[in-house]
């Protein structure tokens, strides 16, 4: 798996944010979730804007730690979990979208951890900051959780800017992705997330010609990216890939988002089902709207 990137990881270790031992929300069933730190896009509604960046240790953050969990070592910065709070003061005081907590993890670690849930989980989640940015840990993972779990599925939460490279690296042992689709229109997709989405609709087609595409996540904002034309438009295109594919409808939240120079609004639970019906107009999606 030496092709695959491994930007701010090993193949035998990752840049891990942090792990959820149990969550329904990452995939099917009961699933342990593995956060990973950095990421490729830069979405205006980001809610976890910590982990786009990796730290470059440069200290501001330990100014505003006032139980010593933040120290500074041979110019990095360490973080002493014992002696940490919760407050996450130190995230809120970074100006680089990154946090001091984000920690190589060997799989060995995060194995050890999987290990204590694993009779109460249905799989294991990758997701992030962008778990393809370290997709030769991610193969190291999920071929360690294979060959102890086989029972376990191994899925990735992405946002799908991905190349074929990296699908091909991580297909013997990636069950399934959940692929976030911000915008079909290019030019908004630019605004919203930095990037262009040629990557993320190739992701799609690729995934679920293989079969390996659990859900299309669309997040919606009102006024933004929510008009009919749009998401006809985008009905229409995923109709064409897959006509009962499953949809999740994300309707915007603000909580943990950046200030942002567009205005970024939650829809109303009506115009949440208005999505989902002009997307039903389309085809027999298998909708879930949230
Ligand atoms: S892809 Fe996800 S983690 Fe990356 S910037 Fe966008 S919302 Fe944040
Ligand atoms: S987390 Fe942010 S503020 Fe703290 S040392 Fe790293 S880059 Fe600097």
């Given at each position: 798996m030496?092709?695959?990137?491994?930007s701010?990881?090993?193949a035998?270790?990752?840049?891990?944010?942090?792990?959820?031992e149990?969550?329904v929300v990452?995939?099917?069933?009961?699933?342990f979730?593995?956060?990973?730190?950095?990421?490729?896009?830069?979405?205006?509604?980001?809610?976890?804007p910590?982990?786009?960046?990796?730290?470059?240790?440069?200290?501001?953050?330990?100014?505003?730690?006032?139980?010593?969990?933040?120290?500074m070592?041979a110019?990095?910065v360490?973080?002493?979990?014992?002696?940490?709070?919760?407050?996450?003061?130190?995230?809120?005081?970074?100006?680089?979208d990154?946090?001091?907590?984000?920690?190589?993890?060997?799989?060995?670690?995060v194995?050890?951890?999987?290990?204590?849930?694993?009779?109460?989980l249905?799989?294991?989640?990758?997701?992030?900051?962008?778990a393809?940015q370290?997709?030769?840990?991610?193969?190291?993972?999920?071929s360690?959780?294979k060959?102890?779990?086989?029972?376990?599925?191994?899925?990735v939460?992405?946002?799908?800017a991905?190349?074929?490279?990296?699908?091909?690296?991580?297909?013997?042992?990636?069950?399934?992705?959940?692929?976030?689709?911000?915008?079909?229109?290019?030019?908004?997709?630019?605004?919203?997330?930095?990037?262009?989405?040629?990557e993320?609709?190739?992701?799609?087609?690729?995934l679920?010609?293989?079969?390996?595409?659990?859900?299309v996540?669309?997040?919606?904002?009102?006024?933004?990216?929510?008009?009919?034309?749009?998401?006809?438009?985008?009905?229409?295109?995923?109709?064409?890939?897959d006509?009962?594919?499953?949809?999740?409808v994300?309707?915007?939240r603000?909580h943990?988002?950046?200030?942002?120079?567009l205005?970024?609004?939650?829809?109303?639970?009506?115009?949440?089902?208005h999505?989902?019906?002009v997307?039903?107009a389309?085809?027999?999606?298998?909708?879930l709207v949230?």
């Amino acid at each position: 798996m030496s092709t695959l990137p491994l930007s701010g990881s090993s193949a035998s270790a990752g840049l891990v944010t942090d792990v959820i031992e149990f969550s329904v929300v990452d995939g099917p069933g009961n699933r342990f979730v593995v956060f990973l730190q950095g990421c490729n896009f830069d979405c205006l509604a980001c809610h976890n804007p910590y982990t786009i960046k990796e730290c470059i240790d440069c200290g501001i953050c330990l100014d505003v730690c006032t139980t010593g969990a933040l120290t500074m070592v041979a110019d990095r910065v360490v973080w002493t979990e014992s002696l940490c709070t919760g407050t996450d003061a130190c995230i809120a005081a970074c100006p680089y979208d990154s946090t001091p907590k984000a920690r190589p993890q060997a799989v060995a670690d995060v194995m050890a951890r999987i290990r204590r849930a694993s009779g109460f989980l249905s799989g294991v989640t990758v997701s992030g900051g962008e778990a393809t940015q370290q997709a030769g840990f991610v193969h190291a993972l999920f071929s360690a959780v294979k060959a102890e779990f086989p029972r376990l599925t191994c899925f990735v939460d992405s946002n799908g800017a991905a190349d074929v490279a990296v699908w091909d690296g991580l297909d013997d042992v990636m069950d399934a992705a959940m692929i976030d689709l911000k915008c079909l229109d290019d030019a908004l997709h630019v605004q919203l997330t930095g990037k262009s989405n040629r990557e993320v609709l190739s992701s799609i087609e690729l995934l679920a010609k293989r079969g390996k595409l659990y859900e299309v996540r669309l997040l919606l904002m009102a006024g933004l990216n929510d008009s009919d034309e749009l998401l006809a438009q985008t009905g229409r295109w995923l109709a064409g890939i897959d006509p009962t594919m499953r949809i999740k409808v994300i309707g915007y939240r603000a909580h943990g988002v950046r200030p942002s120079a567009l205005p970024l609004v939650e829809p109303t639970a009506a115009q949440r089902e208005h999505y989902a019906d002009v997307l039903r107009a389309e085809a027999p999606f298998d909708l879930l709207v949230i």
